[in-house]
């Protein structure tokens, strides 16, 4: 299973619950680049909106790989480019827009932004999914898929999460997820009552939808809270299995980077060579 959770967590200190202050979200991102956890991506996700607050930020020697997340929709969007074009420090990594600010179709959306950047469009429900994927896989962007939040209504159903999942791997779309995995096995939050999935139930939902199996088994997959099975299905995963399971689930924007990386270690899911010490 070497490589399973390479490069899975992307850096989104800024988004609640955890919502650091752009100075401490910059710091904490500069000291995980030095740990260079095998877990993390090292990318920082920022909102369009607030590049001018990082660009503040930039000190002599920084190099950030910028995921930027489109949240005021297009308006504004060319000049956060523009500004991490203009700054060396910054890489744009990948570009996240959510459908919900734009009112236009995703084709048009797409026409609108740069070539040769991955580009993950985040549906306005999951409903839309299934006539969705087709149209991302002709125009060769990716599905985001918003797996939790601050509200209730922003954790997809299980069967919802699957369905998504075997959609994308049918159309050939690759997935990145984000908000409520929080911890590596489903569980309860006992102060909010918030059920969250797991991104380990998340990552081998994605290999089962990669290798061809049902919603339903991949439902199954997604509600179990056994974490020693779960551990067990990771660990059997084949070379080309895990390749294909990547392939489907790139990342997931994860507002604590220490947690995944703490668990993903404790669960054996790391090889213990390649822990950075």
């Known amino acids: 299973m070497t490589g399973l959770l390479d490069g899975l967590v992307d850096d989104a200190g800024l988004f609640p619950p955890t919502a650091l202050s752009m100075p401490d979200a910059v710091a904490r991102h500069r000291a995980d680049s030095l740990a260079a956890s095998p877990v993390l991506t090292h990318r920082f996700l920022c909102p369009a909106s607030r590049i001018g607050e990082l660009r503040a930020q930039l000190e002599i020697g920084d190099r950030i790989r910028v995921g930027l997340i489109a949240d005021k929709g297009l308006s504004g ?60 896989a002709r125009l060769g962007v990716g599905l985001k898929l918003r797996c939790g939040g601050i509200r209730p209504e922003l954790f997809p159903s299980a069967p919802a999460l699957a369905d998504a999942l075997v959609a994308a791997a049918g159309a050939g779309v690759p997935v990145k997820a984000t908000a409520g995995l929080h911890h590596a096995v489903r569980y309860t939050d006992e102060r909010t009552g918030f059920t969250h999935h797991g991104f380990l139930n998340l990552v081998l939902a994605a290999a089962a939808a990669a290798g061809g199996t049902d919603a339903e088994a991949i ?59």
């Open 77 to 136: 969007l060319a000049t956060a480019l523009s500004d991490i074009a203009a700054a060396p420090a910054l890489d744009l990594a990948l570009i996240e827009f959510p459908l919900a600010a734009a009112n236009v179709p995703v084709a048009e959306v797409i026409a609108q932004l740069p070539d040769r950047i991955p580009v993950f469009v985040e549906p306005t429900a999951y409903s839309d999914i299934a006539v969705l994927t087709p149209e991302l």
């Open 219 to 277: 439902e199954a997959t997604l509600l179990s809270d056994d974490t020693l099975r779960l551990v067990r299905a990771a660990t059997t995963l084949d070379a080309a299995a895990v390749a294909a399971t990547r392939g489907l689930l790139t990342s997931y924007g994860s507002c604590s980077t220490t947690i995944p990386v703490a668990e993903a270690q404790a669960l054996g899911l790391i090889d213990p060579e390649r822990i950075s010490q």
